[in-house]
């Protein structure tokens, strides 16, 4: 079925997926299988050889997961697109695919605590090396920040959890006068929200745990690509690298860009570190993400509306020293919000708490309707202290730059009646400070 035609909201139910090429089935069937039969001996040579599509071992692809894989290219309007088991699968292929070899990743400093400490404690042994942007919000500098042998430049379209924008337009124009790429984390925001290759990203990466699938109940990844940005340039020598596996009839070998010129950045990820390291996607998994896509449009809609409501209620309170959510009006990042999102800001805020160590621990341990744990996008309402927890591997310094102070607590907006959430929040509120 041809679905570019068609808008967001038929894309998200329909792209990727024809009925009748699988026994009419209304919903994609989960393909729970670990290899495929060959038709012959000519068919195993085309699928190995790369010249005829098909499946041949569900780690490098099934039929599951490629509906999952075709209904998102088509929503964030990719050219390539492979899913993984993890986001941070998706992060690590995608930086290893870009820096292989060895050379620096120029990132914001607002991230996820786990992306920050693998970026210290894993690519370094690999010879890549991270250097934290100070003027990731100045555009105009950052230029001056950009080293001979640096590869990309990594942000989040909305961070986690300081909800900080930048103005992506303006950093992929930088990344792009010095011939590197845009790497986007866009997690939080959901093809919904923002579109980053729209604005100018190249590289896009989810962990479609959270919002994409948004019901907290399956683990997996994805990496898509724009298609426009150039490899085969001295900064990347290994997308020249010609394989034998990449022959052609007459046994002349290619190179990625030769064999997929619209899509060589995700093709080289699935034939090489998906296909050796191994971090495949389970078709139950994908099938989950494909429903939980199906009713992406309300649920965010919903999550924004609850976020905003929760961000000025907390705005007023006694015990909140401080609210952090870009659709509030006094927001440092009111403008860009304006004019980059107008579905909403995503259900992530933050805020810090008024009050004493023990007053804080004990306002959590008070929540009633909130669930208490640390991931984000599910349909429940989530609650945690992320400086403890979720960025809890930062170093005091780190948590210094990335400016997430001792008493940040942030919230992860569900699709409960607001009111509720505010009484829980209240009643929390009163017992902590009591």
Known sequence: MATDRYQFDTQRLRAGYEPKEHNYAVSPPIYQTAAYDFRDVENAAGLFGLREPGFL??????????????????????????????????????????????????????????????????????????????NIE????LAEEIKPDTK?????????????????????????????????????????????LAHGADIVV????????????????????????????????Q???????????????????????DA??????????????????????????LVGLETISERLSRQSRNALTLAEYLLKHPQVEWVRYPALKNSPHYGLYKRDF???????????????KEQREAFLNSIELFHYHVNIGDARSLIVNSPQTTHGEL?????????????????????????DLIADLEQAFEKAVS
Not at 239 to 261: A, G, M, Q
Not at 342 to 356: E, N, R
């Open 138 to 141: 100045d555009p105009e500098r």
């Open 395 to 419: 170093e005091a310094e780190e948590k210094k730059i990335a400016d997430i102070p001792e008493n940040l607590i942030r919230i992860s907006a569900g699709l409960e009646d607001a009111a």
């Open 206 to 237: 989810y962990s479609a745990t959270k919002g994409l699938n948004g019901h907290g109940n399956a683990i997996a990844g994805l990496v898509l690509e724009g298609g426009n940005f150039n490899y085969q340039t001295e900064k990347f020598p």
């Open 264 to 289: 060589p950045f995700t093709n080289r990820i699935r034939f090489n570190y998906l296909n050796y390291f191994g971090a495949a996607l389970s078709p139950f998994d994908a099938y989950l993400a």
């Open 57 to 134: 071992y569900t780690r490098v692809g099934n039929p599951t997961v490629a509906v999952l894989e075709e209904r998102v290219r088509t929503l964030d309007k990719a050219a390539g697109i492979i899913a993984l088991a993890s986001g941070m699968a998706a992060i690590s292929y995608t930086l290893l695919n870009l820096a292989e070899g060895g050379g620096r990743i120029l990132t914001s400093p607002y991230l996820y605590g786990g992306s920050t400490d693998s970026f210290k404690k894993i690519y370094p042994k690999f010879g890549i090396k991270f250097d934290y942007a100070k």
């Open 342 to 356: 107008p579905k909403g800001a995503g259900g992530i805020l933050s805020f810090g708490f008024k009050g004493t």
């Open 152 to 196: 990309a430049i990594f942000i989040e379209s909305i961070s986690n959890p300081n909800t900080v924008l930048l103005d992506i337009e303006a950093i992929a124009k930088v990344a792009h006068e010095h011939g590197i790429p845009l790497v986007v984390d866009n997690t939080v925001a959901t093809p919904y929200l923002y579109n980053p």
């Open 239 to 261: 997308f020249s690298e010609k394989y034998y596996t990449l022959r052609d009839i007459d046994n002349k070998l290619r190179s990625f860009p030769e064999v997929f010129p």
